[in-house]
């Protein structure tokens, strides 16, 4: 039998079984090839978040042998763009020798931390313009924006697009919000208050 080795052994392989969206259970797989099954080398993990490995020998079509190591865990919207390694590391004589292999998680999950922005933020005056900007994280990014104004207790929609560019009359002052969505679901922002400088005392609108 040959004594020959080569200098590093083969970098294990990651496979992903499952959908990889936000709360779905998804399952990472490492397998390493064992040269010698009396042994094998040692799978480890790095994750962004707490797992519990399952290890086992299997015996591949050609006879030969490897090493299997699964973890299963709910994925987050958190979870998106972190780097998970399989770090495999093979007794050799009296040393180790390493070998690993790290991907990115590509989560899908819809808008978070969605938030509405009005600009100047300060009482504006009649016939002045505002700029009203929408802003989300999404994968796969926001789709469509939607704009509403709060009139008489009930949502009115007045806009779409993520920026929405108003010339101020005195009906505009109120609460306005937007609402962003992608094919995984939607987000909605905390509402903004457009206060208004006027002649006429209404919701929103301060008197000179």
């Given amino acids: 039998m040959s004594r020959i080795r080569p200098n590093l052994p083969p970098s294990p392989i990651i496979t992903v079984s499952g959908e990889v969206k936000e709360g779905t259970a998804v399952s990472l797989n490492c397998s390493a090839v ?9 799978l480890t993990w790095t994750l962004p978040t707490q797992f519990t ?6 015996e591949n079509p050609d006879q ?7 973890v299963t865990f709910t994925l987050s919207y958190l979870h998106h763009e972190k780097n998970i390694t399989c770090t495999a590391v093979y007794p050799v004589g009296t040393s180790n020798k390493t070998a690993e292999h790290t991907m990115m ?8 931390d969605t938030s509405a922005s009005i600009s100047p933020a300060g009482p504006v005056l009649v016939g002045s313009c505002v700029n009203l900007t929408c802003s989300s994280t999404a994968n796969p990014p926001v789709t469509n924006f939607t704009w509403f104004q709060i009139s008489g207790g009930k949502p009115t929609q007045v806009a779409s697009g ?7 009359t005195v009906g505009d ?6 609402e962003a969505r992608n094919s995984n679901g939607r987000g909605k922002s905390e509402e903004e ?9 209404t919701s929103g609108t301060i008197l000179d």
Wanted: proline share 12%; charged share 15%.
């Fill in 105 to 112: 998680l590509n989560v899908s999950f819809s808008p978070k």
């Fill in 34 to 42: 064992a040269p010698c099954p009396e042994h094998p080398p040692e």
């Fill in 53 to 58: 490995p399952e290890n086992q020998l299997q």
């Fill in 173 to 178: 002052g109120g609460l306005y919000y937007c």
């Fill in 162 to 168: 993520q920026s929405y560019t108003l010339n101020v």
């Fill in 64 to 70: 030969t042998k490897s090493v299997i190591s699964t």
């Fill in 193 to 201: 208050k457009l206060a208004i400088k006027g002649k006429t005392g």
